[in-house]
């Protein structure tokens, strides 16, 4: 199963695909203050996730990312013969590996951790 992660790892940073939803979310300035203000986090199945109660507002902009999100994953993963839960792992280690200092993500335990200087703490199933 290592394998198929890594696989799909390359093939996504290859096609550039993994990235793209968390390119698209940068565009939405709700997003962006919640994620700035640790409201918000990357979580490891590859979806965003609340860190703090949110308002209905900032509801609704993160559902309708992880929505687009778990479109893409699916379009992705059937065109890699994958699964999408398969696909939005690997997603999930790839954009809690591209988060920045001060950003929100999930630890392997669970947790919410504030991201530092260093690498994030990643599943070891993460390519």
Known sequence: ???????????????????APAAAQNRDPAY????AAGQVGEKMDGYLGYVTPAAPALRA???DINIKRKAVYADKAQANKATVEEYALTSGCLLIAQTKPGEKYQAPDGSWQTRG??????????P
Do not use: H, K
Request: charged share 15%; proline share 6%; net charge positive.
């Open 1 to 19: 199963m290592r394998q198929s992660f890594a696989a799909l790892a390359v093939v996504g940073l290859t096609l550039g695909t993994l990235t």
């Open 32 to 35: 962006s203050a919640a994620r």
């Open 117 to 126: 200087n260093g690498p994030p703490l990643r599943d070891s199933r993460c």
């Open 61 to 63: 902009v993160v559902e």
